[in-house]
């Protein structure tokens, strides 16, 4: 079925430095969402990107949809340790409305 | 307060003993979902329910079985769990399907162990 590949798997930055994660699938996307799970949470929904191209801001972080509709980023400026934890992308598929969620990125922050 | 709740959050279980995992919203969504979490592996699809009646296999539905008898709940039951089993579940809902981009609202989790 439809698999979304997520990179890098870990990441680890200084604070204050910049952090991006990668979403990449073999087929067109109709749409991406973004979630965060904090150590010991449940995922918590950041974003959705439906249009080709869509760039959306909140804040410190920008999210990306590319042309194709086939990848997307996110983008910290500047991390915090309130931004620790694991980011996840998903998209559309397992099942006619499923969702299929990326291995997510593990953003390591160290002081 | 909008959520979602599941019971128990830690249940540890021996091979072969029937289990059900409870999971409610008061949101009124119609779709609801439930994921397995393990290391490496990500967030995994297991069922989904657009609505009353209407359940879907999703990523790794074996092993498995749900229903959705009531719009809020959506219990999962494992009736003859295994060791492989043993993960973090989540269940999630919300008021469209997913794929067509609303929101998932996730619950708590429930730890499950099989020994």
């Known amino acids: 079925g439809q698999q979304v590949m997520q990179i890098p798997q870990y990441q680890h930055v200084q604070e204050g430095e910049d952090f991006t994660t990668y979403c990449n699938s073999s087929?067109?996307?109709?749409?991406i969402q973004w979630y965060k799970q904090r150590p010991g949470g449940h995922p918590v929904f950041l974003i959705q990107?439906?249009?080709?191209?869509e760039v959306k801001k909140q804040k410190r972080l920008t999210f990306q949809f590319g042309e194709a509709k086939k990848n997307s980023s996110l983008h910290i400026t500047a991390t915090q340790t309130t931004d620790v934890g694991t980011y996840f992308c998903?998209?559309?598929?397992?099942?006619?409305?499923?969702?299929?969620f990326g291995k997510g990125t593990h953003l390591i922050i160290q002081p | 307060e909008a959520q979602v709740t599941q019971n128990p959050r830690y249940l540890i279980t021996v091979t072969g003993k029937k289990l059900t995992v409870t999971c409610s919203q008061n949101?009124?969504?119609?779709?609801m979902s439930w994921y397995r979490q393990d290391p490496g592996l990500g967030l995994r699809q297991i069922y989904y329910?657009?609505?009353?009646?209407?359940?879907d296999k999703g990523d790794v539905p074996e092993g498995y079985k749900v229903s959705r008898k009531e719009k809020r709940n959506f219990p999962l039951i494992l009736e003859s769990p295994s060791p492989n089993q043993t993960s973090l579940y989540f269940c999630?809902?919300?008021?469209?399907?997913?794929?067509?981009?609303?929101?998932?609202?996730f619950g708590p989790g429930t730890r499950l162990t099989v020994t």
């Open positions: 999630a809902s919300s008021s469209r399907v997913p794929s067509g981009a609303y929101e998932q609202y």
């Open positions: 087929t067109t996307l109709s749409n």
């Open positions: 990107l439906v249009k080709s191209g």
């Open positions: 998903a998209g559309p598929g397992g099942g006619a409305d499923g969702l299929t």
């Open positions: 949101m009124n969504h119609e779709y």
């Open positions: 329910s657009m609505n009353v009646e209407v359940t």
